[in-house]
């Protein structure tokens, strides 16, 4: 600052010492300027000629001056009251907005300070803290400054135009602090401003479900609706999601009514959703009503077979025979015959049921064309039960524990794959973005699954060793076992290397 007031100086110094230097040489000139106006003639010397011309000048600026005032005063006789002020400020008004779009220029760039000096400057001349307060906020944003910043987005915050654009301010600084609690106070109020504002939507959205406010989340996501922000296909089904997610609160909170209530709440928005399909049945069967159950789990069934819908429909009937099961599945196997698994639930039914030919014709081509876990599993399985050689078995085992796992509840936000449905995901926090779907298999799971293989190898030739010796045991020591008690031995031997495998991918 002191070599620029010294620069001034020396600037003005020489100026007045050129003025000086140039009036005393016109002094010295002995020539006579004659001048003709209206058929006199004047005679004046070079300095006073120079002298009248500057006169001139300033008679004409001053004309101008006072016609542009004219103007002003019959626009403000018109009814612009600011017509008059307007005109005595314009040179400043125009130096206000060149430093402003400076300041603007500036963050563009990337120069945070330079465009907080230059809208501090525009501020001085415009005094209009509703423009000049928006570049200093972004530029103290840009350069780290957090507590001018959070000053300028307060003093936004106590005017009605900057209001809504300081609160957003302030819930973006408090999410970066990972202060949720007040952004999310924040975003009430903003949306309060601004109802339809789509953005505040979302944000406020993604930290109700995260914190896990079911009932907050269901007003905003009525709010994107009626802003015309959501589809409505859409919206019953984000709707459904969280209804669901209260129910599952409300249960474990021990509230069975309002549970049972939001979970047909969220079958009924969204009957396709699996998890709510689920609970709702688990719910009507608890209520005594297995063929409301029923008709909730086909409905469900109809869109996609999945594996939790067949869990909840053996549910129904926990206490019937394998063959009872299987002529009850066969009007839900009917539907969607050849899907996946569909096949592997009628398989599994048939396994249960002793019928081991059958369950590896309706297999078919699967352990070969889509072999996973499961697959592998159950042909291991049969061919147990098929009576078939150890190696055999220990074979399709092997390839289980290095086979996929098969879908899997995998956010499509993120990638990550989660043991069961939830709301939100885990990882990310995103909203509503779980889908069943079939993960990529990483080299990471492959070679931990396969140091299971001697667990599950051992647990064969453990079991092996023991039939050798009921075998070779005295005929009054021999115990023959029903043919149901050793087919679920056999399952348990098979679902411990299935979990073993799968406990090794996780």
Same mark, same amino acid.
């Given at each position: ?33 004659? $001048? ?10 070079? %300095? ?5 011309? %500057? ?13 542009? %005032? ?6 403000? =006789? ?32 990337? &120069? ?16 209009? !803290? ?6 200093? /906020? ?34 973006? #600084? ?13 975003? &009430? ?6 109802? #339809?504002?789509?953005?505040? #939507? ?5 930290? #109700? ?11 905003? =996501?009525?709010?994107?609706?009626? /802003? ?14 969280? /209804? ?24 009924? %928005? ?15 069967? &608890? ?23 067949? /869990? ?19 009007? =839900? ?11 592997? +639930? ?10 081991? @030919? ?7 081509? +699967? ?8 697959? +592998? ?15 055999? $078995? ?9 086979? !996929? ?17 939830? !709301?939100?995901? &885990?990882?990310?926090?995103?909203? @509503? ?12 799971? =492959? ?7 001697? +667990? ?17 045991? !005295?005929? @009054? ?7 149901? $008690? ?21």
């Amino acid at each position: 600052m002191m070599l620029w007031s010294l620069l001034k100086i020396v600037v003005f110094v020489v100026i007045v010492a050129a003025l000086t230097l140039g009036a005393g040489y016109l002094l010295e000139l002995g020539d006579v300027v004659l $001048v003709t106006v209206g058929g006199r003639e004047f005679a004046l010397t070079p %300095l006073v000629a120079v002298i009248v011309a %500057l006169l001139l000048l300033l008679a004409v600026w001053l004309i101008i001056r006072l016609a542009g %005032l004219l103007v002003a005063t019959l626009r403000f =006789l018109n009814g612009d009251e600011t017509a008059i002020s307007r005109y005595f400020n314009r040179r400043a008004e125009k130096r206000g907005y060149d430093a402003l779009s400076d300041g603007i220029m500036a963050l563009a760039a990337g &120069e945070g300070r330079l465009a907080i000096r230059k809208a501090q400057r525009a501020e001085s001349y415009l005094h209009r !803290p509703d423009l000049t307060n928006l570049v200093i /906020a972004q530029g103290a944003e840009m350069v780290g400054d957090t507590a001018l910043a959070t000053e300028t987005l307060k003093q936004m915050v106590q005017h009605d135009r900057t209001r809504f654009v300081g609160i957003r301010g302030l819930i973006k #600084q408090k999410l970066q602090q990972g202060d949720t609690d007040t952004a999310m106070k924040l975003a &009430e109020k903003a949306l309060a401003i601004r109802p #339809q504002n789509a953005e505040v #939507q979302d944000l406020l959205l993604g930290l #109700q479900t995260r914190d896990e406010d079911w009932k907050g989340a269901r007003k905003t =996501l009525t709010a994107k609706l009626k /802003a015309g922000n959501l589809p409505r296909d859409v919206h019953k089904r984000r709707d459904a999601v969280l /209804a669901l997610a209260h129910a599952r609160d409300a249960l474990a909170e021990g509230k069975i009514d309002t549970a049972r209530a939001e979970a047909y709440e969220a079958n009924r %928005l969204s009957p396709h959703l699996v998890p709510a399909a689920v609970m709702a049945a688990r719910m009507s069967v &608890e209520e005594g009503k297995p063929r409301a159950a029923t008709r909730i789990l086909k409905k469900a069934w109809e869109v996609a077979p999945h594996p939790d819908l067949a /869990a909840a429909f053996a549910a129904i009937e926990p206490g019937e025979t394998p063959e009872a099961r299987l002529k009850r599945f066969r009007p =839900l196997l009917a539907r969607h015959p050849e899907a996946v698994e569909t096949r592997l +639930l009628n398989a599994e039914l048939l396994i249960a049921a002793d019928n081991f @030919d059958k369950a590896r014709k309706v297999l078919g081509p +699967l352990p070969e064309s889509d072999p996973d876990a499961r697959t +592998l599993t159950l042909m291991a399985a049969i061919e147990r039960g098929t009576g078939g050689e150890d190696r055999l $078995v220990r074979a399709w085992l092997a390839k289980a524990v290095t086979a !996929p796992r098969g879908p899997q509840w995998m956010c499509s936000n993120c990638g990550h794959v989660h043991a069961d449905w939830r !709301p939100t995901c &885990e990882n990310c926090d995103s909203f @509503d973005t779980l889908e069943w779907e079939t993960p990529k298999q990483s080299e990471a799971a =492959l070679s931990g699954a396969a140091h299971m293989l001697p +667990l599950i190898v051992g647990a064969l030739e453990d079991r092996r060793e023991e039939e050798t010796a009921a075998e070779d045991a !005295p005929p @009054d020591e021999a115990v023959d076992l029903p043919a149901e $008690v050793a087919a679920t031995e056999d399952a348990e031997v098979i679902e411990t290397g299935d979990t073993e495998a799968e406990s090794a991918r996780n």
